[in-house]
């Protein structure tokens, strides 16, 4: 199957600073990509759909202004969470989409970020 | 709204047979999917239905009823590193919604 990375694999960083993630679609080009978070024994939660080249939409209840997201090429698309607080901290992890119906989503592997 | 309802958690043998299921409410999706997580892992596709019935693919299958808003993973055959979290998931557009998500430990 097709692979998708993301760096970092964790992060620690302080509060109020702000922390850049990256989703790389190794060997095919994703039309699409997700963002999605998930906090200890819950379930993934879609925050965002990020179209390369246009802005990325959000679920109800993300914020915009806090969750960047930028897809600025087909392979990659950038999640950079501003001003991090603790309860930020959580697993966070990017799909990438071929385009067709029926196509499934490839995962990353995930990034920890752990906010002091 | 949407929500998929799946059992906290299951248990079992070395070697048995489980079933998760996936209840839903909500309609107009393309199929179910299943995937599978290992503890601070990312998910990895399983088995996906588009229609009703039955989807073997070795040890696991997956079952679709549209009808009964319904469907579940079955894994046969079980062996302890099976244990891990197992979610449903519905393609709606071209976004997937997560079901609650169960944890399934497999005992010696």
């Known amino acids: 199957g097709a692979v998708v990375s993301q760096h970092p694999s964790w992060v620690i960083c302080k509060s109020g600073t702000s922390v850049k993630i990256e989703c790389r679609s190794l060997?095919?080009?994703?039309?699409?990509m997700f963002w999605y978070r998930q906090f200890p024994k819950q379930s993934l939660m879609l925050m965002a759909t990020?179209?390369?080249?246009?802005?990325?939409?959000?679920e109800q209840g993300v914020e915009k202004d806090k969750f960047l997201i930028n897809h600025a090429s087909l392979t990659l698309s950038t999640l950079t969470v501003t001003s991090a607080h603790p309860e930020d901290s959580s697993f966070y992890i990017c799909?990438?989409?071929?385009?067709?119906?029926?196509?499934?989503?490839?995962f990353g592997p995930g990034t920890r970020l752990t906010v002091l | 709204g949407q929500s998929l309802e799946q059992p906290s958690e299951v248990t079992a043998v070395e070697g048995a047979i489980v079933q998760i299921n996936c209840t839903y409410q909500t309609s107009g999706f393309y199929g179910l999917s299943w995937y599978q997580q290992h503890d601070g892992g990312a998910p990895t596709f399983l088995s996906y239905?588009?229609?009703?019935g039955l989807e073997e693919t070795g040890r696991f299958s997956s079952f679709l009823s549209r009808s009964d808003s319904y469907g579940y993973l079955l894994l046969q055959e079980l062996q302890m590193k099976d244990s891990a979290s197992y979610f449903c998931a519905l393609t709606k557009g071209d976004k997937l919604i997560f079901g609650t998500g169960t944890r399934l430990q497999v005992f010696p």
């Open positions: 239905n588009a229609l009703d």
């Open positions: 799909s990438a989409w071929g385009g067709k119906t029926g196509d499934t989503q490839y």
């Open positions: 060997d095919f080009q994703a039309t699409t």
């Open positions: 990020s179209n390369e080249g246009s802005k990325a939409t959000y």
